[in-house]
């Protein structure tokens, strides 16, 4: 078995190394029919973007290298835009064992682990590395508390700050006053929207841009590779680069699926994951925002840089949303203050 484990491991790194060292076609891709009837092991991931969304990228490298590294004992089929249905669709799946892995954001989470919430909570982590080391690191109590609800996290993907995309400038917390923002289906996002007297608004992706372009919305917050991999440039004047707070994707499989496998294939599609998120994922992300922001600009979208009044503004106004997780159960506090914890003693 020790053998078996260091051969599948090898194997791993070296299909990584061969990956890193060629161009990929990040071209949309769906589940291709290929041979299947040698494979032991076939793990369907969905996920709600598509295209050049970097959870899509992730997705094509950790297929790749999963099937080189077992020869084709594992097949990895991607679904992406939603093919196994809705966001909340996806997530059920995973937890009732008909989907066996998701990429997608942790906000969808807080419907079935209420605690993971915390990913969203305003101003708590500092920015993008920060919440992606702290979340990637072994002692991250997320971990254990979400395999509680039927999810294996593989790993915490690194995402970019979070910004509101609209057909207005925001200088101030008075210019959100009634706006319909479009956010990610996590009540604290949503406290957040309603802590700066703005109107959260819940739409499947799929309706977002249609809903922004007929007005349906004034605004959408996400980050801005979502915003640029759906097009919704064309449809709005302003990317306020407001709240700024970090955002973070989930890489999970469903805990009872994956506690079935053998052990070395266990530690194969966990290590994967994490050397993908680490080696390929990252680099590309970051190449991802900066032309984000410059596909955006290049439709005439202007970037609103905050004064630091509005930031001060922001932080007073959503000290609430903070207050309100914590006191909503006693899951909630013990996970807000053993990361709030790992935050005081972090360093990059």
Same mark, same amino acid.
């Given at each position: 078995?020790?053998?078996?484990?260091?051969?599948?491991?090898?194997?791993?790194?070296?299909?990584?190394?061969?990956?890193?060292?060629?161009?990929?076609?990040?071209?949309?891709?769906?589940?291709?029919?290929?041979?299947?009837?040698?494979?032991?092991?076939?793990?369907?991931?969905?996920?709600?973007?598509?295209?050049?969304?970097?959870?899509?990228?992730?997705?094509?490298?950790?297929?790749?290298?999963?099937?080189?590294?077992?020869?084709?004992?594992?097949?990895?089929?991607?679904?992406?835009?939603?093919?196994?249905?809705?966001?909340?669709?996806?997530?059920?799946?995973?937890?009732?064992?008909?989907?066996?892995?998701?990429?997608?954001?942790?906000?969808?989470?807080?419907?079935?682990?209420?605690?993971?919430?915390?990913?969203?909570?305003?101003?708590?982590?500092?920015?993008?590395?920060?919440?992606?080391?702290?979340?990637?690191?072994?002692?991250?109590?997320?971990?254990?508390?979400?395999?509680?609800?039927?999810?294996?996290?593989?790993?915490?993907?690194?995402?970019?700050?979070?910004?509101?995309?609209?057909?207005?400038?925001?200088?101030?917390?008075?210019?959100?006053?009634?706006?319909?923002?479009?956010?990610?289906?996590?009540?604290?996002?949503?406290?957040?929207?309603?802590?700066?007297?703005?109107?959260?608004?819940?739409?499947? +992706?799929? &309706?977002?841009?249609?809903? #922004?372009? !007929?007005?349906?919305? @004034?605004? /959408?917050? =996400?980050?801005?590779?979502?915003?640029?991999?759906?097009?919704?440039?064309?449809?709005?004047?302003?990317?306020?680069?407001?709240?700024?707070?970090?955002?973070?994707?989930?890489?999970?499989?469903?805990?009872?699926?994956?506690?079935?496998? +053998?052990? &070395?294939?266990?530690?194969? #599609?966990? !290590?994967?994951?994490? @050397?993908? /998120?680490? =080696?390929?994922?990252?680099?590309?992300?970051?190449?991802?925002?900066?032309?984000?922001?410059?596909?955006?600009?290049?439709?005439?979208?202007?970037?609103?840089?905050?004064?630091?009044?509005?930031?001060?503004?922001?932080?007073?106004?959503?000290?609430?949303?903070?207050?309100?997780?914590?006191?909503?159960?006693?899951?909630?506090?013990?996970?807000?203050?053993?990361?709030?914890?790992?935050?005081?003693?972090?360093?990059?």
């Amino acid at each position: 078995m020790k053998k078996r484990i260091m051969g599948v491991l090898l194997a791993a790194i070296c299909a990584i190394g061969l990956i890193g060292c060629r161009n990929t076609n990040n071209s949309d891709t769906s589940a291709k029919k290929e041979d299947t009837t040698k494979a032991s092991y076939i793990v369907r991931i969905g996920m709600p973007t598509a295209g050049k969304h970097f959870q899509n990228f992730t997705a094509e490298q950790y297929k790749e290298t999963i099937e080189k590294a077992t020869n084709g004992d594992i097949i990895v089929e991607i679904y992406p835009s939603s093919q196994l249905g809705t966001a909340t669709q996806m997530i059920q799946g995973v937890q009732d064992g008909s989907i066996e892995g998701v990429m997608i954001p942790s906000s969808y989470f807080c419907s079935f682990a209420p605690a993971s919430a915390v990913t969203d909570i305003p101003f708590f982590f500092e920015d993008s590395q920060q919440i992606y080391d702290i979340l990637n690191t072994p002692d991250n109590p997320l971990n254990v508390y979400l395999e509680k609800y039927g999810f294996k996290v593989a790993a915490w993907l690194k995402n970019t700050p979070r910004y509101i995309l609209s057909q207005k400038k925001y200088e101030s917390i008075a210019d959100m006053k009634n706006q319909k923002i479009w956010c990610l289906p996590s009540r604290t996002l949503q406290k957040e929207l309603n802590a700066y007297a703005a109107s959260p608004q819940t739409l499947d +992706p799929s &309706d977002i841009s249609v809903s #922004l372009e !007929n007005g349906t919305v @004034d605004g /959408v917050e =996400t980050d801005v590779l979502f915003m640029n991999s759906t097009g919704l440039g064309a449809s709005a004047k302003y990317l306020n680069k407001i709240p700024n707070t970090p955002m973070t994707n989930l890489f999970c499989f469903g805990k009872d699926w994956f506690d079935k496998l +053998p052990k &070395d294939y266990q530690e194969l #599609l966990i !290590n994967t994951a994490n @050397d993908i /998120v680490r =080696t390929q994922e990252i680099p590309y992300v970051e190449k991802q925002y900066n032309g984000s922001l410059q596909a955006l600009q290049d439709l005439g979208v202007e970037i609103v840089e905050p004064n630091d009044a509005l930031i001060t503004e922001l932080k007073e106004k959503s000290e609430s949303v903070t207050d309100s997780f914590i006191n909503e159960s006693e899951e909630n506090s013990e996970i807000y203050h053993e990361l709030s914890e790992m935050i005081l003693n972090y360093t990059k």
